[in-house]
């Protein structure tokens, strides 16, 4: 192994972000130096299952070695050209990007707010060069509960008064609904000046919500039926994690906007996407929108390689599989302690609910109780911890994994 030490100590590295960082996070007390597969080891050399996969952004597994070796070729190659100027990866990588997911084109953004908001300001223009909605008035529909990142129009759409609280004024134009409320989305598509429905297929932030089965199909219909555009974030459920590509392929539909990031690169770079057809993509002009990183050489061969190891090591599949198996086995735990309320999720993005207040402690603790026995996972909201291992995990490692939080579970006291 490569000695990748500077020699610190837990508390020593804890003490510097105290220090020296802005306190916007308040990690779990781990301090973490190096990843590989399903495993991360913190500076003391304590060896750990991920469960949360850096909120599903590395599903093919920390370090996966066919990623950082094309990472390495093209850095030593071409790094960033910006889109001043052609490069020789960009038309590769769009031509594959679009055919995997079968639309027509893309536009290569960073993070995840970043397609985001790409994706809001694609579907106001469509709203007003296609849709004829007089100027300045076109609304956003979204769900109450939402996680969408965290720029100011973002949180504009958000109810959380943690991302909202302090940073007014807000953007206008974002219409919030209650999320698995289809008569609700019906009565907000009566106006004729919403562009778009801005949906996730699972909340995962929220707690990993899972709406009725047929919510998401029936809210596409509403939305074609009123020339509406459902615009998917996709950002944590995309990419093998629910057990399919993508969780709305659940509904078996396709989204008009499909908005992917996280794990699109492995969890290697910031690499995002916002995928449409020709007619909505067509309104992005010349200088209207971009980013001097986005669809760079380093970004554009590392998300192919990501794609590509999707597949050929059949994360979806395994996914669903080892999903079905962990709230089976969860399942069990939940009616043999009336600590954990119930376990939900699709494919390998599963939560399970504390049976205590929504502000106590307890979610935490039990995360405390979990990292000293072996599995990294961390709450959501209050009393929900959320279970998200990478999709490269065996059947014999996720039954391992089952023991620990069984264990941890049954010793817990409150
Ligand atoms: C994480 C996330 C985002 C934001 O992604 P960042 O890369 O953190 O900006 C957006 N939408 C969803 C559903 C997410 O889970």
Redesign the pocket.
Known sequence: MKDLSNNLTSEQAIALEDKHGAHNYHPLPVVLKKGEGVFVWDVEGNKYYDFLSA???VNQGHCNPRIVAKLVEQAQTLTLTSRAFYNDTLGVYEKFVTEYFGFDKVLPM???????ETAIKLARKWGYEKKGIPKNQAKIVVCEN??????VT?ISASNDPVATDGFGPFTPGLISIEYNNISALKEALEDNDVAAFLV?PI???AGVYVPEDNYISEAYNLCKSKNVLFVA?????GIARTGKMLAVDYSGIKPDVL?L??AISGGVL?V?AVLASSEIMSVMTPGVHGSTFGGNPLANVVAMEALKVVKDEALEENAMRLGELFRLEMNKIVESTNLVKLVRGKGLLNAIIINDDEDSTTAWDICMKLKDNGLLAKPTHGNIIRFAPPLVMTEKQIMECVGIISKTLTEFNK
């Open positions: 909120y599903s952004a960073n993070t995840g707010a970043e397609a985001v939402n996680f969408h990142g965290r720029t973002i996730e909340q995962g932030e974030d996709e950002v944590q459920t908005i990031g996280k910031p995002s």
